[in-house]
């Protein structure tokens, strides 16, 4: 449940437009829905500023099924992340207006919501092979309701690619920077943007990459100041911390872009 439906909700009691006994059987569902596998969080929209997303991978399509259904039937969109064809099938069946976006592997029971604000979350790749990563990270920001732009292939292999677009990286709120191999990428970006560079290293590489480990360490490591870094292929945890920067954006004057 989000902040606005709760206060329509009190405000519908307020006005006569509804019983509390029809607005206790509403919130019954709160803080959370035991299904006896799953104990699914209606809160926490209202805790974090976006609901909870339904990890896919390790669950059976059946499970992930009547999560989505129950977090879809509280409001709004409802998500699901590392989810395969076979998750989708069944998806599909239970809940006619899912969407599967393939390649960030992201179930959606809707359509993503206007965009807040007029500033937006750059999401930038190293290599074609990091896309996947990216898209996961790309797609949840715009479920959470922001609106990004895709800088991909533009990796230290050859920065003219990457420089071609510095007035767009320039002008975004937050910068996702995804990268295997080496990882270096994140640097550089750092040290051409004031805004925040959330990190994401990808298991993208070959032996001595060690399966994303090596650009995690240079990561951690950047000289560049102001870049955060996640964990090891988490598209979907750099589109949660930009979201948060960019919900508190949202509290203030929007910024002026040229």
């Known amino acids: 449940m989000k902040e606005e439906q709760l206060l329509g909700l009190l405000e519908a009691v307020r ?21 006896g596998f799953a104990k699914v969080d209606h809160h926490r929209a209202l805790r974090r500023g976006f609901p909870e997303v339904v990890l896919a991978e390790g669950k059976t399509p059946q499970q992930t099924a009547q999560i989505l259904e129950r977090l879809a039937a509280a409001g709004g969109v409802a998500l699901a992340t590392r989810a395969s064809p076979d998750h989708w099938q069944v998806v599909r069946q239970a809940i006619p207006s899912a969407v599967y976006h393939e390649q960030a592997r992201v179930l959606a029971t809707g359509e993503p919501p206007e965009a807040r604000g007029d500033w937006f979350i750059a999401v930038v790749t190293a290599g074609t092979s990091d896309i996947p990563v990216a898209e996961e990270a790309a797609v949840v920001c715009q479920y959470f309701g922001n609106q990004v732009r895709r800088l991909y292939d533009v990796g230290v292999a050859g920065l003219h690619r990457l420089f071609a677009h510095l007035p767009t990286l320039q002008e975004a709120a937050v910068v ?45 490591n950047s000289c560049a100041a102001g870049v955060a870094v996640v964990n090891i292929d988490n598209g979907f945890g750099a589109a949660c911390f930009a979201s948060a920067i960019t919900r508190l954006l949202s509290t203030r004057a929007q910024p002026t872009r040229a």
Not at 187 to 210: K, M, Q
């Open 15 to 35: 006005t006569g437009e509804l019983s509390p006994q029809e607005a206790l059987r509403r919130l019954q569902g709160l803080p959370f829905e035991d299904l």
């Open 176 to 220: 996702i920077v995804v990268a295997g191999m080496e990882g270096a990428l994140a640097s550089v970006v750092g040290g051409l943007v004031s805004a925040p560079v959330i990190a994401v290293p990808t298991s993208v590489g070959y032996g001595a990459n060690f399966g994303g480990l090596a650009p995690l360490l240079t990561m951690l």
